[in-house]
């Protein structure tokens, strides 16, 4: 399974961005599972942001994007988007989409990864 993150750029504070990860390849073996997104700033350990599962749509957020970010996915697509609004400028962090885990808010509970995309939030 490939994950393709895409959305990341430099927004002023208050504005939106919408990040998509783009799955490609046996995606079948992680249909019955959540897609993540976690999201990792400078000095900092990567931290779980939202997750959904890829087949009943589930959701669950971190409190600190729990009314800002909205974690929704398009099946036909095999994509999944991240929307964020009201961003802080502490939401910058390379953010990362990841596939294969269950009911985890754990990264070591992925195993297939994006390669990342930075978003910046200016004050």
């Known amino acids: 399974v490939q994950l393709q993150a895409s959305g990341g750029g430099l927004v002023e504070a208050g504005g939106s961005l919408r990040l998509s990860c783009a799955a490609s390849g046996r995606t079948s073996s992680v249909s019955s599972y959540d897609m993540a997104w976690f999201r990792q700033a400078p000095g900092k350990e990567r931290e779980f942001v939202a997750r959904?599962?890829?087949?009943?749509?589930?959701?669950y957020y971190a409190d600190s994007v729990k009314g800002r970010f909205t974690i929704f996915g398009d099946n036909a697509k095999n994509t999944v988007y991240l929307q964020m609004n009201s961003l802080k400028p502490e939401d910058t962090a390379v953010y990362y989409c990841?596939?294969?885990?269950?009911?985890?808010?754990?990264?070591?509970?992925?195993?297939?990864w994006g390669q990342g995309t930075l978003v910046t939030v200016s004050s």
């Open positions: 959904i599962h890829w087949r009943s749509g589930r959701t």
């Open positions: 990841a596939a294969g885990g269950y009911y985890s808010d754990s990264a070591s509970s992925y195993a297939y």
